[in-house]
């Protein structure tokens, strides 16, 4: 027999009938929620209730964040050219980046090292300050605090889940507030850490920490290119002259 092309442990079909990490998929739309399909599909186990509330609550946590955020500008500027839904939401999810949702992957990593690693928050607050590095996870152009990492701290508290990557992320925030006291600036904990901190405590690999942001964020982006694609008019927001400072070279003849 010939080696087979591809292997997967995630989906297979078996007697006619789709299974998903083991379970038949009939059996799961009938008794899992989304989520809970999320988790199983992405782990490979079922979660619990706790585990599932807090997937839950960090992708309710991400899921817009206002026409402003790169992702859903570029995503209803595509759909105003008349592209397709699909192509529209698409462009959304590529500027997904280092700078836009793509911190959740490296805030994971960070966090999950120094656990393993033991080192304090002091240590990795110090290193980042002496060699002028941004830690990911934290800091937000916008809030001093971040409102939504204060309600999915709340959600975490009230359902008795903790672990060592929340309470580090928490501890990285407050050792910050102490090294840029005296210059009076804020770095919070922002949406990007926390979530972090709780795919870590979930067991997640950082890997596929934006992937979370992804899934989230693309609910979003459909509502957004809907609305566009239905409410505006084609190419509505063009810049105009006004908009666009030139800073080249000025008028000239040619020789």
């Known amino acids: 027999m010939s080696e087979k092309n591809w292997k997967s442990a995630i989906t297979t079909q078996k007697d006619g009938s ?28 079922l979660p619990t209730e706790i585990e599932e509330k ?35 939401v698409a462009n959304g999810v590529a500027t997904i980046g280092t700078h836009h949702g793509g911190a959740i992957e490296q805030a994971a990593k960070l966090f999950q090292e120094a656990v393993k690693g033991k080192e304090p928050a002091s240590s990795i ?12 996870g934290f800091g937000h152009k916008i809030y001093n605090v971040d409102p939504r990492t204060q309600a999915v701290l709340e959600v975490a508290k009230d359902n008795n889940f903790t672990g060592p990557h929340i309470e580090l992320s928490v501890q990285i925030e407050s050792e910050l507030t102490k090294a840029y006291a005296a210059v009076d600036k804020k770095i919070p904990l922002n ?30 982006l459909v509502a957004h290119v809907h609305e566009e694609q239905t409410r505006e008019k084609p190419v509505a927001h063009r810049l105009s002259e006004e908009d666009v400072e030139y800073d080249g070279t000025p008028p000239r003849e040619l020789p």
Request: no cysteine.
């Open 18 to 45: 789709p299974i998903v990490r083991g379970y038949k998929l009939t059996d799961l739309l009938k008794k899992v929620n989304f989520t809970q399909t999320i988790f199983l599909v992405l782990k490979g186990e």
């Open 54 to 88: 807090m997937l839950s609550t960090i992708l309710v946590a991400s899921i817009d964040h206002g026409v402003e955020a790169p992702s859903t500008t570029v995503a209803r500027i595509t759909a105003s050219a008349g592209v397709p839904l699909s192509t529209a």
């Open 125 to 136: 607050v110090r290193k980042a300050k002496e060699e002028g590095k941004r830690l990911p």
């Open 191 to 220: 949406i990007d850490g926390i979530t972090a901190a709780i795919i870590s405590d979930l067991g997640f690999d950082p890997s596929l920490g934006n992937g979370f942001f992804i899934i989230s964020r693309i609910v979003g």
